[in-house]
């Protein structure tokens, strides 16, 4: 019964997204405006019914009910627990049912809460969510239902992708879900600003935590991808360029300039139709990168649950949301008013610089992603891997993370650099003495070459915004920004020092040899035959040593699944301050030896680190800006109560 | 300085202009279809002059005069940063097994990264020659990574396969390579 009431509320929520939509666009005229009191609750209950339905297939994968085919076909009984709740969202349809279920739950807090904007524009907005909504719902209702029995129910599940058995799957897609979702709304912003020809600081203002929000969930989740890539594939690559990959980075590209451009648009009433521009350029790069994901158009190491004659769906999807959004921009925009005028040196003028460039490199990024399927048509297959992703990407990284060293320095609307020339002498000498250091000691190649210079500039520039603040009363978005840009610093160095100083090793090795690595000494002990709840693995005892120190144990394995049948090898990272020792075990060589594949990479960790630190800023300014938009809403109310016991 | 000299109209359609670019484009790539023959200008015509460098240290290097004589080969192009190359990397392992000979050209490419490669993934090749401006690659009609072409005694291009060699392609090559020997 359970899976049948999970369908019944999604139809229901399907439903009252369709009434939201027309209720919200006939309430737009004059004569209908009562109709626009139902349009909120109604997005609140669309909100509900459909987090409903997804408990409901959670649920359903808990419990293992294999008379849901989708059940049967992804899970198996024998699974850990953890691991069955994650495979909710581990396959097409719940991956869907996800993304849904996080739109419509999106829709329903903006309901709730959104106060700031125009009633016609608030209208406009939700609208405009539930009319992308509803192609979802009817995605979902028709092509891909999750909820669909067996007539027979088979004795045992056909599991689940083995190198999708990780706790990074847990957590990885439900965030960038989130992320590209959460970035729906700044879509339905954009439109319903188009609509009601509402640009200006007060549609800044509730779009930004939206895109902030969305923002950070990307950040966390391209990071959690890109580390849970690093080892469980076992490459020891940390970033592959590879389609899904650039699917998550585009909209994270767009969203970064976006987020960047409505700061000007609330602060300086600038960068009018740029920014609603942007608003709908990063959910259409999410809906870009579900579809490529998705549809399998592209050949991907990434694509678990694909399938060409749904893409087909999602394109005319995409056709209708970005089709009608970029029409109704280029029908609109030319008549919103032009923005606040400022000089190029000026905060505003930096601001657009980054925004330049990252749109840049998010062109290139599209290319690069699009060319195999281009080159296609004219008959020829084609890989697109790093020798054009790294160098193109940087022309444009290096001259934007420049001014992002910058631009934080000067001032709104009109500023000059002699102002700041103490500043800039300070950077300039910093990076001059780091490229002399990083000349002495030899790095290979141009881009770690540039990395390791800029980085300690980058980073010292990042904190000089709170130079002659008082800390305690420095605001929290711009300790976000502080926070963010020093992420950019540490990544930058981490992602350079990984490709300068990383030291690979293959060797055969019988149990008892050492071999060195780097600073390590490894020994690889024996290798033995381990048991798991659902697979069976080769297992190395080694003994490792950093530098002569103390020996520690580690336990790469060469793993089985029975259910489907799949070879996975799961790595043994040793974590220092100082970097990461990788350990592979590979199969077994002639007479009795072993092959390991050893990696040493100085601080690798940083990369990461360095993501972190970027969410976290994102976090603090979210924070910062919901704190002090609580304190309006609170303010204004006590004003409102006093002028009304005045008034009695 | 204005913030945007008054922007040409057109140029707002430009963004729609460019998303129906991306339309058209994956519509012909999902209905394009799923396997077909490439038909190569260079079938039937003899290898190009051309010498490379050994591009790792353990194997020759390969020039248009070491691939003639004896008996027809494979030569496989490929590069250690291109992911299809990886996954056919097994089916020139089987292939090599039975006998076939096989050359490598690797394309733009590092010696450490090549060896890399090869120690991950097997080396099949009996040369291995490194292109690194792609010349040799474009010179016998090749445009992308992985392809392999097979050649026969006489230096001849006799059949051109694009795209990663997958588990259903290893019969049909060896079929084209006894057909080379007439």
Redesign the interface.
Known sequence: MIAEFGLAALWLAAALAAFQLFAGTLSLGKKTAELGQAVRPVAILQGVLCLISFIVLMVLFCETDLSVKLVAMNSHSAKPFIYKLAGTWGNHEGSMLLWVAVMAASGAVLALFERRLPERAMLATLAGQAFVSLGFYAFLLFSSNPFERLAEPPAEGQGLNPLLQDIGLAFHPPTLYLGYVGLSVAFSFAIGALITREVGPAFARAMRPWVLGAWIFLTLGIVAGSYWAYYELGWGGWWFWDPVENASLMPWLAATALLHSVSVLAARNALRAWTVMLGVVAFSMSMVGTFLVRSGILTSVHAFAVDPERGTFILALLAINIGGALTLFALRAATVTEGERFSVTSREGALVFNNVMLSAILGIVLFGTLYPLIAEMMGARVSVGPPYFNPMSAVFAVPMMLIMAVGPLLRWRRDNLTRIRGSLLLLVGIVVLSAITVTLIAVPGVLPYIGLSLAGALALASVLPLRGRKLLRTPLPTWGMVLAHLGVAVSLFGMASESAFSVEKLVALREGETTAVGPWQVTLSRVSPVAGPNWTALQADMQVSYQGGKAQTTHPQARSFWQPVQQTSESALLTRWNGQLYVVLGEEAADDRWQLRLWWKPFVTLIWYGGVLIALGGLLALFGRVASDLRRIVARDKIAYRRERQGR | ????P??A?WA??L??GI??G??V??????N?PADRE?ASAMIGKPLPAFDLRPAVAERPGISRDSMAGGKPRLLNIF?S?????AVEAPQLAKLAESGVEIDGIAI?DRR?DVE?FL??HGNPFARIGADDVSSVQMAIGS?????TFVIDAKGVIRYQH??EIRPEHVAMLQAKLKEAEQ
């Not at chain 2, 940063?81 to 190359?85: D, L, M, R, T, V």
């Open positions: 300085m204005s913030e945007a008054k922007t109209k707002l359609w963004p729609l998303f129906a991306f339309v484009l994956v519509i012909l790539g999902l394009r490439v590069a940063w291109c992911i299809p190359c733009r450490e890399a120690a991950r445009s992308g990574v992985p392809e694009i795209g």
